[in-house]
């Protein structure tokens, strides 16, 4: 388990058949959205990081990358990587795969009741 910086608890438990960049990213995250890690907290380097979970940097690396791109993180450089200040990941996430879906409906010509319809029946299965 990481020492906490600035909050940051880490851990990677080898049998789980998550594999171990997903349970990195899933974990920060979590902290991300508690408040655990606020905007602006630097996170450990790659490599240090690896070698204090006893994993392969390509893995931190990975996991950096994919927070990276979804807008958890960013890299300032050489001076390390920070929790981004942006607003909620999940919901800014789940607005946009909304928005997406809801423009193929109406392009299929499906109107909101049909529309909300299937979601529910998705929903519920």
Known sequence: MTPAVDGLRLVVHPASPVPPFEQLR???VAQVRSGTL???TR?????????DLGIAPNTVARTYRELERDGVLETRGRNGTFVAATGDVAQRAAHEAATQY?????????DADETLALVRSVLEA
């Open 26 to 28: 899933t974990q920060v």
């Open 38 to 40: 606020s905007p602006g």
């Open 43 to 51: 996170l450990p380097t790659v490599r240090w990081l690896a070698a």
């Open 102 to 110: 809801v423009v193929r409906l109406r392009r299929l010509g499906l």
